[in-house]
């Protein structure tokens, strides 16, 4: 099973004979098995050059880039696993048919209001009470049938948000406050850790459209726009409270993060490169956890389940059968 790799020190990043080697600022060498890379992160200062990129592409392996403050600032993509006009006339038809676009668009939205119900739903039956928030999430999942603009379908999935987070203060524990979803930056360690676990899902959704045909450019739910993969955020959408949240709410419960792995400046709080290495660590873990699929009758990784969904998607838009977005059903 092909894995990640994160980078957090300095240096340089090199093809080295038929291997992927980092050389450090004090010169110490590292070798990464690339045959087994489905993408590199690089969170540190990083030089490379074409030669590695070339090399990289001949695998399949992407790199992706965390800048200024370890936000996400970009992808070196390799070469698609699969190239298709026809599929690619398909995508774009569907976003220029208006109903059809809000179909899809209504899936994202029914998909992230399940997965976020069913995390709610996880504590409250333990020792909280989210009636309330229960109750809201519902609501706007039984909305979304009556809602036929992508605009109306934004507006449900930020009421049903932010029910979701008015739990995040109840669940996180003593020494943690949410206190709303702030970033750009992020103001408080719970709002950096979405915020880092966000980028996360996001970078590696990129990884898995592009073993499709699809192009990650075209979406349905977010506007397209310059500088992004958008269909990212549609599918990253969905997978967010299963992949993100959960690692969050799991690694300050246990306290394998604590307020001293983050640093405050400039009116910002951001995780620590400690901070960061531990937060990877553990989801990178949940990405290689299997379960068992109702429909491959097989277990499957987190990180193969957003391989199946943009494959999902292209089957869709190329036979018509149903999309149906992910739901955690266990």
Not at 14 to 19: K, Q
Not at 42 to 60: A, D, K, M, P
Not at 115 to 132: I, L, P, S
Not at 150 to 156: D, K, N, S, T
């Amino acid at each position: 099973m092909d894995r990640n790799y994160h980078i957090f020190s300095d240096g340089r990043l090199e093809r080295h004979n038929d291997t992927v080697r980092l050389v450090t600022l004090d010169g110490e060498k590292k070798y990464l098995p690339i045959e087994k890379a489905e993408a590199i992160y690089l969170h540190g200062q990083i030089e490379y050059n074409t030669r590695l990129v070339s090399f990289l592409n001949t695998h399949g392996t992407a790199i992706h880039i965390f800048g200024w403050k370890d936000y996400y600032a970009g992808s070196v993509m390799p070469k698609r696993g699969q190239t298709s006009g026809q599929t690619l006339v398909e995508q774009v038809r569907a976003y220029d048919d208006v109903e059809h676009r809000t179909t899809i668009a209504r899936k994202f939205v029914a998909g992230s209001i399940h997965n976020m119900r069913a995390n709610v739903a996880y504590y409250d039956a333990r020792k909280y009470d989210f009636e309330t928030a229960l109750e809201t999430l519902d609501s706007a999942a039984e909305q979304l049938q009556n809602t036929d603009t992508v605009e109306a379908l934004m507006g449900v999935e930020a009421t049903a948000r932010r029910a979701y987070y008015s739990t995040f203060d109840s669940i996180l524990p003593d020494g943690f406050v949410f206190n709303g979803r702030h970033y750009n930056p992020p103001t408080n360690e719970a709002n950096s850790l979405i915020s880092f676990g966000n980028s996360l899902v996001y970078a590696n959704v990129v990884s898995g459209i592009r073993a499709t045909a699809l192009d990650p450019a075209v979406s349905y739910l977010h506007e397209p726009g310059e500088r992004r993969y958008s269909l990212a955020l549609d599918i990253a959408d969905v997978f967010k409270p299963v992949l993100a949240d959960r690692v969050i709410f799991r690694l300050l419960n246990r306290k394998q993060l604590t307020p001293s792995d983050f640093e405050t400046e400039l009116n910002s709080c951001l995780l620590t490169e400690s901070g960061r290495k531990t937060f990877s660590k553990a989801f990178e873990e949940t990405l290689e956890q299997t379960v068992d699929h109702p429909q491959l009758n097989r277990k499957v990784s987190y990180q193969y389940l957003l391989r199946i969904e943009a494959y999902k998607l292209k089957k869709h838009l190329l036979t018509g059968e149903e999309y149906v977005p992910f739901k955690r059903w266990w």
